[in-house]
């Protein structure tokens, strides 16, 4: 798949400095600093024709080898005319991991931010209803981060515990 | 006693909504087939909003991935959409097999193949057969569950296992295919157009069907785009995009089959593209079966990818330095350390896999694109203005699988 005209767009918008590109097999991956992206976005969806977000997700590189910042959040974006894709990465960190939406982009991201912010606790600001989407309103942690143990931290903190004398 | 006009305690900003009525759907209910629940607002018999409440079986797959390796995730992947379970492993190793740079060998390809499109026959069986089934057609249903049986005895007769196969693993298979599952799926290939035929003159035509199921939850093409919507869904809504010919993986680029596509976009749309791709994948499993290609099931033993039979395990001494440095959690594959996102079309939609490795025979992290989880989203904008009993239809349409759902 050949990207260059998708390149040019991101050159003219944002300049040659602002990005980063890389490939592996075929994910063509394109690396803009957190306060860039809504722009990287922007141009991507309405001057290459970026119409569809298949995916967003995150990971925590906390214990990764030669990692700098300590989430990254992945942008899959797909062109449907042309199917091409392109990986938008950018990078957050402790202590205010934060990121504009890009609901007003692709409603598609609804759930996916939710999900990320549900999983990683990094908040998507402009978002329209950001709750916890898999695990219960109360629940403290952010299960998908490294330094969250595989088998939980035991009981939640307010799990009812009904005393064998009361029931 | 003399009437007397009882004071409205609700508050001034809900005062003119006070007549409507919110209904709690789920978590357990017939119609929903899975767990999974609803809180719809209603006036009279109309939804006016519709909020999903997710996660009852969140178990925490994706944090499973980052525990166990390669081979093993793949039970856990089975178990996420287990209506098609052999497909998900497909997906899952053909992400990691793009992730290692392996080549699979031909047959390998070819069977993989079948399996994939027998389990989009499965699903579509299930999903067509229960559609109808909350609409009261229960005929159809019977017809579809009858075939799927025989779609299990295929799996069962290839990996042991009828429900979670796990038959796939990296670099190949669990184990080669026998003439038993040949003649098993030429007999499928030969059988199953009498009861699609059955099904399609049930439903296709049916006054009552066709009354609960046009112009119900429509979904244009502009939204299918904006919302993310893949596969079947975004097909019927006109979307012409099919990873099989697009992205082509396994097979499919030797064998010749048609993408099905509607333009209405409502739930008879729907279900007449899984109607079509039903027929399709029958075209391709005909095919493949006829041009099965001989030789191993597994890359050469000289890649160092896959575990070597009992045989060379027990009597030889490669066959067992082999499996050792497979089994050790500190040996295995030689992985790079990179990420990587692939995806296969399954029968819900594109479902994808984005690895990132770092260097061990684990993921560091292993994310699941859920079809059902982008399709559940929409459900609000599709139910929007429609009464409440389009809700199970347009549930019916969308084929959520709430352990994919949730994982």
Redesign the interface.
Known sequence: MDHRSTLSVLRSQLGEQAFVTSEFRDNFRIEVPAERVLDALLALKDQAGFDMLAELTAVDYLHYPNARDRYGVVYCLLNTTTGERVFVKTFVNDPDPCLPSVFPLWKGADWLEREVYDMFGIVFEGHPDLRRILLPEGFRSYPLRKDYPLRGRLERHNFPVIPRAES | MPLQEVESFVGEETADKDFLYTLNFGPQHPATHTTLRLILTLDGETVIRAVPD??YL?S?F???G??LDFNQYVTIVDRMNYISPIANEIAWHHVVE??L?IEITPRCRYIRTIMAEIARISDHLLNVGTAALDLGAFTAFLYAFYQREKCYDIYETAAGQRFHPSYTRVGGLMADVTDDWIRKVRDFVVGFPKAHSDISKLLNKNRIFMDRTQGIGVLSRE?A??????GPLARASG?V?DLRK??PYLAYSELDFQVVCAKEGDCYARYMVRMGEMLESLKIIQQAIENLPSGPVNVDIEGKAVIPDKSATYRSIEGLIQHFELIMTNRQWKV????????NETANG?L?F?I?A??TGRA??A?T?PPS??H??IFPYLIEGHLISDVPAILGSLNIIAAEL??
Do not use: M
């Not at chain 2, 785009?225 to 893949?230: E, M, R």
């Not at chain 2, 790079?336 to 995806?343: D, K, S």
């Open positions: 997710i996660g969140h925490g994706e944090k499973l980052e525990d793009k992730l740079g939204d785009i904006n919302l993310s919507v893949t979307v995009r697009d992205e790079p350390v990179e990420e990587v996102y692939g995806a594109e994808g984005y990132v770092d260097g560091y992290r994310r694109r989880f982008i559940f989203a949730d994982r």
